[in-house]
């Protein structure tokens, strides 16, 4: 936890990205990884003993993705989960133990209760009494602002903590570069869920359950705020419905300036609609 992800760690990860990748893939990341390696040889910023690990551990190419296998999009992604199923991931990420283990764990714990996008946490500030988020899809026309305020009140100290350390250590990891270490926590999620022996649900998955948990108790411009979306519409068929939220007693929610601009958004929408 919050160290950076080393070059040897990055061969690793993919060593172990059984059937993630196409064979063309895998032989344009492999040559990119002995380019780094020559690089950093040179540079001296490894020793001969960590080329020589790098480049035998990089031998241990993964198995490729097979042939007519399932697309991954975004409309076949999962839109929920079961709480035993999110323990069970738990368990096969603390039973392997590694340092981008235990962040993804982090990363899973703090999203089924806060609903972010994964890159949102880059650049994600805690108050004394907001969680502060640039909305990554602000310029879509859809984003209710370039911003958006989740309340902390209620929440335990150590339910804060850890959404602290989370934020730290995603910088830390990172090294400046989120979408890639976004598609790395992704991949390793997907073989944790295999290990476990469920069916596979992704990073964003953790953000429609949260959102989902609150339309079990919030209202939909309630919903629509702690989404980050301008339109109830959006935020009621867009993410995990209502029925697969879980029984629990407390939900974050937007702050009540966010709400009121989601309703200030629904009264000008309303208002340009023709009258019958």
Excluded at 18 to 33: D, G, M
Excluded at 182 to 196: F, M, P, V
């Amino acid at each position: 936890m919050g160290c950076g992800v080393s070059l040897f760690d990055t061969i690793d990860c993919l060593a172990l990205a059984h059937e993630e990748f196409s064979p063309a893939t895998l032989r344009q990341y492999s040559a990119a990884l002995a380019m780094a390696i020559d690089f950093a040889e040179e540079l001296g910023e490894l020793d001969d003993k960590q080329v020589l690990a790098c480049r035998e551990r990089l031998t241990h190419r993964p198995a490729p993705r097979k042939r007519g296998a399932e697309k991954r999009t975004s409309a076949k992604k999962r839109k929920s989960m079961c709480a035993s199923e999110l323990r069970a991931v738990g368990e096969a990420l603390r039973k392997r133990g590694r340092a981008g283990d235990m962040l993804l764990l982090r990363l899973l714990i703090n999203n089924v209760v806060f609903g972010l996008r994964p890159s949102e946490y880059s650049g994600a500030e805690v108050g004394e009494i907001y969680l502060v988020v640039q909305t990554a899809k602000a310029t879509n026309g859809r984003a209710l602002s370039e911003t958006r305020e989740l309340e902390l009140e209620g929440l335990p100290d150590g339910q804060i903590e850890s959404l602290c350390t989370l934020i730290a250590d995603l910088e830390t990891a990172a090294q400046g570069n989120v979408p890639a270490l976004i598609d790395s926590l992704g991949a390793r999620l997907r073989r944790a869920c295999k290990s476990a022996g469920i069916e596979p649900f992704s990073l964003y998955t953790t953000r429609h359950q949260a959102i989902a948990n609150l339309k079990g108790s919030g209202s939909a411009e309630e919903v629509a705020a702690f989404a980050g979306q301008g339109s109830i519409h959006t935020a009621r068929k867009s993410y995990a419905p209502r029925s697969a939220a879980w029984s629990i007693k407390k939900t974050v929610r937007a702050s009540p300036d966010m709400v009121e601009l989601v309703r200030a958004r629904q009264a000008s929408r309303m208002a340009l609609q023709p009258k019958l």
